[in-house]
């Protein structure tokens, strides 16, 4: 469904029911916002087996596409930005009135979600950040890209962060996709076709905001516990990058969770379920 929020249509989808029969009785289980990765992607990267079925047992899975994104309105590319999206959930969350919801990011969508929990840190109850990092190093993330793939992949990738464009971004998608390497040829195929992939909301990201943005401010507010999950060997988004986010919180209320995983954290390690399952029954 399309919902209006502000200046843009956003494209939503809710998966599993909020009030749920328990014997004689009913049970209301939480909602969970689920902010998707990306610049450039959709929400349908996390419907993927390895991450909606679990969850939608234990909670109603709010999914939508962020604007620029997906199908969801374009909107003026120069309201691509951390606070634009960020106050789109808040407005989506208002309209639709889902109160106190549980807010989940990945990657750049752990980026939002963020900045969304050190706006509104009182709008939320609790907060899952999936790789994310408190500010972009070209670097490290070169660094891993070079250790896991090679030096042709590192400057591929490096090529793109120097320059970001139409030319750049090609080889620079299939240096990303030779990262996921939990996923077979077939769930790759699946995933492009499912998907919603566009290349303006990447170069435009690379071009600008990625250069500056710093979120160790936004951990600062955030008033909720929060779990973070990081990959050791994930190269789009390095695990330094996440310790630096961690030590900005406050240390009563973050659980901090490493892997042994690349950027497809939830596909690589079965154990990141079983513990955003804890996190989220506890």
């Not at 049970?27 to 969850?55: N, Q, S």
Request: aromatic share 10%; net charge negative.
């Amino acid at each position: 469904m399309q919902i209006s929020v502000g200046d843009v249509r956003l494209f939503v989808d809710v998966d599993g029911a909020k009030i749920r029969p328990e014997g004689a009785d009913a049970a209301e289980v939480p909602t969970i916002a689920i902010v998707h990765d990306g610049p450039g992607a959709d929400h349908t990267t996390f419907k993927h087996p390895a991450f909606r079925p679990p969850l939608v047992e234990a909670a109603q899975l709010l999914y939508y596409d962020q604007r620029g994104h997906g199908r969801s309105d374009g909107s003026d590319p120069e309201r691509w930005r951390l606070d634009v999206w960020a106050d789109d959930l808040h407005g989506l969350l208002g309209i639709l009135g889902v109160e106190q919801p549980i807010v989940f990011g990945s990657g750049f969508g752990a980026l939002v979600a963020t900045r969304f929990a050190g706006r509104y840190p009182d709008r939320l109850s609790k907060l899952i950040l999936s790789r994310p990092v408190a500010r972009f190093d070209p670097a490290r993330s070169v660094d891993v890209f070079a250790r896991t793939l090679g030096s042709e992949a590192a400057a591929c990738v490096l090529d793109f962060y120097a320059s970001p464009s139409e030319v750049t971004f090609g080889p620079y998608v299939v240096t990303v996709l030779r990262s996921f390497q939990a996923a077979q040829p077939a769930e790759v195929a699946e995933l492009l076709l499912s998907a919603e992939w566009f290349s303006r909301p990447t170069i435009h990201w690379f071009s600008g905001e990625a250069r500056e943005f710093d979120l160790c401010p936004d951990a600062r507010e955030i008033r909720v516990p929060t779990l973070v999950l990081a990959g050791e060997n994930d190269a789009l988004m390095p695990i330094a990058g996440a310790e630096e986010l961690v030590a900005a919180l406050d240390p009563e209320l973050v659980r901090f969770e490493r892997f042994g995983t690349g950027n497809s954290l939830y596909a690589e390690d079965p154990r990141a379920v079983e513990v955003t399952l804890e996190f989220i029954r506890g």
